[in-house]
């Protein structure tokens, strides 16, 4: 099992990405699905949840701005990000609760978002 995340890019203030997630091998089922991101020398920290049925949660510093979804047929997870601001820039990483062999958590490769002002 695996998470190849993309969509990751330097855009300006004031546009939008949109990050895609896809899990792929033997999976049975996914549950709970997120992004997080990661500025280098500080900590990670989480962006925003989707459960499995479809419930959303979001940091303070995104809400109004981004936007999680997910396509349970294609094992995908989306982020969109819509008035991006210069203090977005990190590096973003999926993580997926994946019903396996084993219920694990997997985290994809991360993705560069530059932001520039």
């Known amino acids: 099992v695996q998470l190849q995340a993309s969509g990751g890019g330097l855009v300006q203030a004031g546009g939008s990405l949109r990050l895609s997630c896809a899990a792929s091998g033997r999976i049975f089922g996914i549950k709970d699905m997120a992004w997080y991101r990661q500025v280098p020398g500080l900590q990670r920290e989480l962006v925003a949840t989707i459960t499995a049925g479809g419930l959303t949660n979001y940091a303070d510093s995104v809400k109004g701005r981004f936007s999680i979804s997910r396509d349970t047929a294609k094992n995908t997870v989306y982020l969109q990000m819509n008035s991006l601001k210069p203090e977005d820039t990190a590096v973003y990483y999926c993580?997926?609760?994946?019903?396996?062999?084993?219920?694990?958590?997997?985290w994809g490769q991360g993705t560069l978002v530059t932001v520039s002002s």
């Open positions: 993580k997926a609760v994946i019903v396996a062999v084993s219920i694990s958590d997997f």
